[in-house]
């Protein structure tokens, strides 16, 4: 495997342009050899790449989602073309592995990018439309003296439904998403409509079964949001109810009928009144800046940002360092062939490193619990030390836990890095009268340095966003209750991130992704400067 | 730190056989003889100082690390074995042993264990393979054509991937839910869906671990196949990929530990304990406060730790070499 350097760079050496008749003895060769039993799998392959296409593109069309449409269809030509054109060979390798890094890597990340400029999260996550119905739907107050509408409860699709007998007789169909149209094939039961062509009745049991979702069905009376809906307590006499706000589609307000407060939309995302109360919830819009703004001076969000910032940078290097100089110097003391059971210490000493770290993590938490934990109440007899719950222990303590994790890894490293290192280097120096700690210090540690170095990069952007460790082991905590979002001592930045975006109360995915293109900037500011420095690129030829 | 003691006698022999000593580490195993060859110049009367100096207190490093090594896995199988343990039970070691817990982690309708176990070893399994095939097509192209973008390709994928996918969970999510309400099949809280995000990581660090490894494979291996006739589909099938099967385990260990180890996308997108993987179900388990089943957490850890540390030490040489490789590079 060290043979990988000068093969690297013969291999990397672009061969001679072949000739014409080169191309075509490859090309002709190439053909003769694919075999027809190739071809046909081959085929059979696109044949079902094209098929999912196909259902996709009616699915998306159904939907009239333009935008993905066009990239499916796009895409799909592209990999037939690809695929059933006789050159294109670097292409047919790489097209699969480049559709999945283009959607979940690429396309996600300037999706993150466009949702820090919005305020999207709890409150701020439908267009306007779906604000409006939302809202009037959730301020249903029944009309006194409405007539009652005799209902059956019925599905089609998983999707449950009212049929709804008008004082009229005549009958008609809604459901939560659909206003109320008259339906056709009804069967009677008396004055009472019981069930209706496409739709599933159900029975009274499924209906006890599953009141949770009956009463929660309101049935809009009509397209106008204003003209209410109707709702059923018990599953067989449905009422009108008429939301409390009503909706001004020219001046784009609601007005509180109770009150008369007047909320209007303010380019905010949701109407507000004068006095800047809001109606929740609103809808998504581009905030702009705003997200990035209010991450740095807002002082309650500063705050964090701040000490969150510098934990993180404190984490990651202390992390590296110890976890290099701990395995640098187990190397040493290994890297010596009197030494009788070395492979054996060996193996034991890398346990940590095979073991998911998520289950080690768990596990030293259940030992520095401050109450019942094995370190307190055995190794310190009954000690009550906060490991985890005192701002500053739990950061030691997520060290040395990190410490554990890491050292393994970079034992084995050195190990190897160690043993590639010339011994006529030792040996001249030696000879020259250096003592041992002087060859060590002045030769084979800066040499070490070099071959290791662009491991160390790498181990400090995995600490950087090391979640593992911090979540499993104190969950960020102990938790700062003057910031408005749940954040605490020892969070780092993506561990910020993920709280912010899914934990609590409300969700704010606008500031995440605000976060997240913060630590971006960070991380690609950081790689530059080391890759400038350790030059690793030069071996891209 | 007093790091090298100058050997008395043959030095250059002595480190001249440490380096055949890694070489059999990592590369021919079955060869290695015993722990080290062992050339001593000259007879002398055993010297406990000189003993200590020179080899003994390394032995007590060695002790004290496995100590602090083992301490943590020597707790949680300990608790693992008490039939009925709270964290506080669990201090005293092996005090009581049984298999209760096990059965209790198992058999308990709270907890899908066995789902999640399931689940784990299926997503883990399927990403492996996806990731070692995609990034083999990718790093056969790297390695053995030129073309237009070749050089643009290869930063772009060193590039890309500085920005972890953990990064752009929330626009993993968004979009996750999105393909959800159009294809249920492959949305939110799939399984399929969750392979899909992380094969999008497929062209990675690892396509760059594989290419450097194709590099060393000769390409007059390939021409001969040529001129012998055989198309390029079957001199990657048929050739190379059984060349390069040493990366390809190193590669399918490392993204299948990182899978089960992965948290932050599997618990957003799984939604159904039902659904969840080991890290996601664990950790929320004991994350709950009602939860006081110490040993029966513990039973759990262990089955779902066995797997992968089973793997990893019967794939240590290969997983040795790959890191060192990478170390030398």
């Known amino acids: 495997m060290s043979t990988t350097i000068e093969d690297g760079t013969r291999q990397d050496a672009p061969p001679p342009k072949p000739s014409r008749r080169q191309r075509q003895a490859a090309a002709i060769a190439d053909a003769a050899s694919g075999g027809m039993k190739v071809f046909f799998v081959k085929l059979i392959a696109l044949a079902i790449v094209d098929a999912l296409a196909v259902y996709a593109i009616f699915v998306l069309i159904a939907h009239a989602q333009w935008v993905p449409m066009v990239v499916v269809v796009a895409v799909t030509a592209v990999v037939n073309w690809i695929y059933f054109s006789r050159k294109k060979l670097p292409a047919k390798y790489l097209t699969p592995g480049v559709i999945f890094l283009a959607v979940f890597q690429v396309f996600v990340l300037l999706y993150t990018g466009y949702i820090a400029f919005t305020n999207y999260g709890t409150g701020h996550n439908g267009s306007k439309e779906q604000a409006v119905s939302s809202l009037m739907a959730s301020s249903l107050e029944r009309v006194e003296d409405s007539p009652t509408y005799p209902v059956t409860v019925v599905e089609q699709g998983g999707q449950l439904g009212l049929l709804v007998t008008d004082p009229d007789g005549d009958a008609s169909i809604g459901t939560n998403d659909r206003p109320l149209e008259p339906v056709s094939g009804v069967e009677f039961e008396g004055d009472k409509a019981v069930a209706a062509d496409g739709w599933t009745t159900l029975q009274f049991a499924d209906v006890l079964a599953r009141t949770d979702e009956v009463t929660a069905l309101a049935v809009p009376f009509s397209d106008d949001p204003n003209d209410g809906a109707i709702r059923t307590p018990d599953g067989s006499s449905g009422y009108l109810y008429v939301s409390t706000l009503e909706y001004d589609e020219a001046a784009g307000t609601m007005t509180d009928l109770e009150t008369g407060t007047v909320y209007a939309d303010t380019g905010v995302g949701a109407f507000t009144a004068e006095d800047g109360e809001q109606l929740l919830p609103g809808w998504q819009i581009t905030v702009g800046f705003d997200n990035f703004v209010r991450a740095v001076t807002d002082a309650r969000l500063a705050g964090p940002l701040v000490y969150v910032t510098l934990w993180t940078f404190a984490f990651a290097l202390i992390s590296v360092a110890s976890t290099f100089f701990l395995g640098l110097f187990l190397a040493i003391v290994f890297n010596d062939l009197r030494m009788r059971g070395r492979k054996i210490y060996r193996v034991l000493m890398i346990l940590p490193y095979a073991i998911p770290s998520f289950l080690s993590a768990l596990v030293w938490a259940g030992m520095m619990n401050q109450s019942f934990g094995f370190i307190n109440q055995v190794l310190l007899g009954g000690a009550s030390v906060p490991w985890l719950t005192d701002p500053l222990l739990a950061k030691v303590s997520i060290l040395i836990v990190n410490l554990w994790l890491g050292f393994p890894y970079m034992f084995l490293v050195c190990m190897g890095a160690l043993q590639s290192i010339p011994d006529e280097l030792q040996e001249a120096a030696t000879v020259d009268g250096a003592k041992p700690w002087a060859v060590f210090r002045l030769i084979k540690l800066p040499l070490l340095l070099v071959t290791v170095a662009p491991l160390l990069i790498a181990s400090f952007a995995f600490n950087f966003n090391n979640f593992n460790t911090i979540y499993m082991l104190t969950d960020g905590g102990p938790r700062d209750s003057n910031a408005p979002i749940p954040v605490g001592f020892t969070d780092i930045l993506i561990t910020m991130v993920y709280k912010v975006a899914f934990t609590g109360q409300t969700r704010d995915y606008g500031l995440a992704s605000a976060y997240s293109i913060i630590i971006f900037i960070v991380v690609a500011i950081i790689s530059i400067i080391a890759f400038r420095r350790t030059k690793s690129l030069e071996e891209l030829n | ?329």
């Open chain 2, 1 to 329: 730190m007093a790091a090298q003691h100058p050997v008395p006698g043959s030095q250059s022999g002595l480190l001249a056989g440490e380096v055949d000593e890694f070489a059999d580490d990592s590369t021919r195993a079955s060869v290695a003889v015993g722990d080290a060859p062992r050339r001593i110049p000259t007879k002398r009367p055993f010297n406990f100082g000189r003993w200590f100096r020179q080899t003994g207190w390394r032995h007590i490093v060695g002790v004290v690390m496995v100590v602090f090594s083992l301490f943590p896995i020597v707790f949680v199988v300990s608790s693992s074995l008490n039939p009925h343990g709270t964290l506080t039970g669990s201090n005293a070691l092996f005090s009581q042993i049984g298999l209760d817990s096990y059965v209790r982690i198992l058999s308990d309708p709270q907890i899908p264990f066995a789902r999640w176990f399931a689940n784990t070893l299926i997503i883990a399994g399927v990403t492996a393979l996806g990731t070692v095939f995609l990034g083999a097509l990718a790093a056969y192209s790297f390695s053995r054509m030129r073309f237009t973008g070749r050089r643009f390709g290869l930063i772009t994928i060193v590039i890309v991937q500085m920005f972890p996918q953990l990064l752009a969970v929330v626009a993993i999510f968004l979009l996750m839910s999105t393909i959800g309400d159009l294809f249920p099949a492959i949305g939110l809280n799939t399984h399929i869906g969750l392979i899909m995000v992380y094969l999008g990581g497929a062209l990675g660090v690892n396509t760059y671990l594989m290419y450097g490894f194709f590099n060393t494979v000769p390409a007059s291996i390939d021409e001969a196949a040529k001129i012998d006739g055989a198309g390029h589909a079957r001199i990657f099938f048929t050739i190379i990929l059984r060349l390069v099967a040493p990366i390809l385990a190193v590669v399918a260990l490392l993204s299948f530990i990182s899978s089960v180890n992965e948290f932050v996308v599997a618990s957003v997108l799984l939604i159904d304990t039902e659904n969840q993987t080991l890290a996601v179900g664990l950790t929320k388990l004991v994350s709950n406060p009602r939860y006081a089943d110490w040993s029966a957490f513990s039973a759990g850890a262990v089955m779902s730790a066995a797997p992968v540390v089973a793997l990893f030490l019967f794939l240590q040489k290969y997983i040795v070499g790959g890191l060192t490789a990478g170390a030398v590079k």
